[in-house]
């Protein structure tokens, strides 16, 4: 897969193509149906699938401070894409002048000046342009008259509930983990480099690895039974997300990963945390020694769970 940032890198070898368009966060089942219909129009055409997102998410950059927060980060929305056989992806940088553009001149810049598609797939809500003016049916008149086709993808619903970011965030919200692995069609998982953190877990029988989160807001918080695959063994454990109340800290949020019998080093790894069962919420405790307690409750409750349910 293909990765160019802005319509100044686009050439000429990247017109012609059948493209869709969106944040698509967290590359859930209802954007799987999308990109399996855009798949398969690539083949009839015989040209590439495109995939067209921005950076910053438009509402990150209207309320960046009430933006909600994200399924994945790019780095990892860009492997989704690839996992589901994108060809190319557009990465446009939401600001005041991407904003601005209207319906018919982001029509023309992006789809026929800079694409040239030859046909798009769109979310059945799909608006664009300046003040959310466009729809389908302004697309579906800019198809007729420049000789694209253009589609509405149907919904797609499972427990008879639209499949939705936003619906994927209130699951987990309310640790609806089954759910929201029904609906992203894989558990939920966060990315990310362990590094050095403050090394408390040792003193506190319960060393973790510090997982890198370059996030703003995190969509969960609290303690959770996690698994994380590493050199092709799945490891059972425990994990804090959250900014941890107990600890002197600077308030961001922090994943702090405990898995069951691991002895290796992963300082510097990528380590993928697949998130299955809330344990508790986040707090505060009076000391070192409280949290200590609560810290081997949890251990010995994902131990009782694991052993369970030993992971496949």
Same mark, same amino acid.
């Given at each position: 897969?293909?990765?160019?940032? @802005?319509?100044?890198?686009?050439?000429?070898?990247?017109?012609?193509?059948?493209?869709?368009?969106?944040?698509?966060?967290?590359?859930?089942?209802?954007?799987?149906?999308?990109?399996?219909?855009?798949?398969?129009?690539?083949?009839?055409?015989?040209?590439?699938?495109?995939?067209?997102?921005?950076?910053?998410? %438009?509402?990150?950059?209207?309320?960046?401070?009430?933006?909600?927060?994200?399924?994945?980060?790019?780095?990892?929305?860009?492997?989704?894409?690839?996992?589901?056989?994108?060809?190319?992806?557009?990465?446009?940088?939401?600001?005041?002048?991407?904003?601005?553009?209207?319906?018919?001149?982001?029509?023309?810049?992006?789809?026929?000046?800079?694409? @040239?598609?030859?046909?798009?797939?769109?979310?059945?809500?799909?608006?664009?342009?300046?003040?959310?003016?466009?729809?389908?049916?302004?697309?579906?008149?800019?198809?007729?008259?420049?000789?694209?086709?253009?589609?509405?993808?149907?919904?797609?619903?499972?427990?008879?509930?639209?499949?939705?970011?936003?619906?994927?965030?209130?699951?987990?919200?309310?640790?609806?983990?089954?759910?929201?692995?029904?609906?992203?069609?894989?558990?939920?998982?966060?990315?990310?480099?362990?590094?050095? @953190?403050?090394?408390?877990?040792?003193?506190?029988?319960? %060393?973790?690895?510090?997982?890198?989160?370059?996030?703003?807001?995190? %969509?969960?918080?609290?303690?959770?039974?996690?698994?994380?695959?590493?050199?092709?063994?799945?490891?059972?454990?425990?994990?804090?997300? @959250?900014?941890? %109340?107990?600890?002197?800290?600077?308030?961001?949020?922090?994943?702090?990963?405990?898995?069951?019998?691991?002895?290796?080093?992963?300082?510097?790894?990528?380590?993928?945390?697949?998130?299955?069962?809330?344990?508790?919420?986040?707090?505060?405790?009076?000391?070192?020694?409280?949290?200590?307690?609560?810290?081997?409750?949890?251990?010995?409750?994902?131990?009782?769970?694991?052993?369970?349910?030993?992971?496949?």
């Amino acid at each position: 897969m293909q990765l160019v940032r @802005g319509l100044h890198n686009l050439r000429p070898q990247h017109r012609g193509c059948v493209a869709t368009i969106g944040n698509f966060d967290g590359v859930h089942r209802g954007h799987q149906a999308i990109l399996a219909r855009l798949r398969e129009r690539a083949r009839e055409l015989s040209v590439p699938s495109c995939v067209v997102i921005f950076e910053p998410q %438009p509402r990150e950059f209207f309320v960046p401070h009430d933006a909600p927060a994200r399924l994945s980060r790019l780095r990892d929305k860009l492997a989704l894409l690839a996992a589901e056989g994108v060809d190319l992806v557009l990465c446009l940088a939401f600001n005041p002048r991407l904003r601005e553009l209207s319906a018919a001149e982001f029509v023309q810049r992006v789809l026929l000046d800079g694409l @040239g598609v030859e046909h798009l797939e769109v979310g059945d809500d799909f608006r664009f342009g300046c003040d959310r003016a466009g729809d389908f049916a302004f697309l579906a008149e800019a198809a007729s008259r420049e000789g694209f086709t253009v589609e509405a993808a149907k919904t797609v619903e499972i427990d008879g509930m639209r499949v939705s970011s936003t619906r994927i965030r209130e699951a987990l919200g309310t640790g609806d983990f089954g759910l929201a692995e029904r609906m992203l069609g894989r558990p939920f998982q966060i990315a990310g480099r362990v590094l050095h @953190g403050q090394k408390l877990g040792r003193q506190l029988n319960a %060393p973790t690895a510090n997982v890198q989160l370059k996030r703003k807001r995190v %969509p969960l918080s609290g303690v959770y039974l996690v698994s994380a695959e590493i050199d092709g063994r799945s490891w059972p454990g425990v994990a804090n997300i @959250g900014v941890r %109340p107990s600890v002197d800290g600077d308030g961001s949020a922090h994943l702090e990963v405990h898995l069951l019998d691991f002895a290796g080093d992963l300082y510097g790894r990528r380590l993928t945390v697949a998130f299955h069962h809330k344990l508790r919420d986040e707090q505060r405790f009076a000391s070192l020694e409280a949290l200590k307690t609560a810290i081997a409750a949890d251990i010995a409750a994902a131990r009782a769970h694991w052993q369970g349910q030993p992971l496949k």
